[in-house]
């Protein structure tokens, strides 16, 4: 292990999280709810719902986050933007991303920070396992077998 | 004014995304690639969301209720299944293989990439295979 320096941005990254912690308190405090985006896209995408309020917070929240990028680029230059995988990597990845976060319940919004904060025993096991899976996958595509 | 709540809430949390570096999967590979060049990042980004979550959760767990006096929807916290374990890995390798996972993709789906498009469009396919696909097949291998 050898940390990367040049690249490294505790500040930004530091306020940037806390900025997701305020967001996150926002949605519990006034909706009860758990920012946890893989669980807002999969209840979003579920029909025979009758009540207007299963779609309508979750859509707004969601149009929040597609808006972000541009309400952002108002006021500072959107930061570097790099995609090293080729498409088909980019689909298989979308679909391993999109069945497991929905098979296990959450991703890293809804177990990593809303689970961890809330001390859960299950949150914490699924970011045990998604980040050691990540981390060993990285290290098969990176340094195995090099793509 | 729910809505707009709501609507405030997606957006601060995909500013914090933007300004926290997470929308750049070169910089998410480099917090996986732990056994290579290690970018810690996303562990302060982490912290950071944690130190501020923390105490609202604690807070609204003792008041039981939302500021608008309805009930709280909050998942349940100790049970452990295949499901969670399994699915979780499965996550984990597909944000190992693009930098990507649901938050930041769709933060990014603004910055008017068709790689980013993609990636989001095979996303709602994994999300609609699990929910409408193999849940609807495991649910009746349940019943008999």
Redesign the interface.
């Known amino acids: ?4 320096w040049e ?4 500040i ?24 946890g ?2 669980g807002i ?2 209840a979003l ?2 029909s025979h719902h009758t009540p207007a309020d299963h779609y ?3 859509a ?13 680029s108002i006021f500072a230059v ?8 080729n ?1 088909l ?17 959450g ?3 809804g ?13 914490f ?3 045990l ?11 098969i ?3 195995l077998i090099g793509i | 004014m729910k809505n707009l709540i709501s609507l405030i809430s997606g957006l601060t949390f995909g500013i914090g995304l933007i300004l926290s570096g997470m929308t750049d999967p070169a910089k998410v590979i480099g917090f996986l690639d732990l056994f290579g060049k290690w970018d810690p990042s996303l562990m302060l980004v982490m912290l950071g969301a944690i130190a501020v979550a923390f105490f609202g959760f604690r807070w609204i767990e003792v008041k039981k209720v939302t500021f608008f006096n309805e009930p709280l929807h909050l998942p349940g916290k100790s049970h452990i299944n295949p499901e969670l374990i399994i699915g979780s890995f499965i996550f984990g390798v597909g944000w190992a293989l693009a930098g990507f996972c649901p938050g930041p993709a769709l933060v990014a789906l603004g910055y008017g990439s068709n790689q980013v498009l993609i990636f989001v469009i095979a996303m709602l396919l994994g999300i609609f295979l699990h929910d409408q696909v193999y849940k609807k097949l495991f649910d009746r291998h349940d019943q008999h």
Request: with cysteine; proline share 2%.
């Open positions: 292990m050898q940390i990367q690249v490294f941005t505790p930004h990254s530091f306020f940037g999280g806390t900025l997701i912690g305020l967001a996150t308190v926002l949605l519990l405090f006034f909706k009860g709810r758990i920012a985006i893989s896209l999969g995408m579920q309508q917070w979750r707004f929240f969601i149009m929040g986050l597609l808006l972000s990028s541009f309400i952002y959107l930061p570097r933007f790099t995609i090293q995988a498409w990597m980019l689909i298989l990845a979308g679909l391993l991303v999109g069945f497991g976060t929905r098979m296990g319940s991703c890293t919004s177990h990593g920070i809303c689970g961890l904060s809330r001390l859960s025993t299950r949150s096991v699924a970011t396992i998604f980040m050691s899976a990540g981390v060993i996958a990285c290290f595509f990176l340094h």
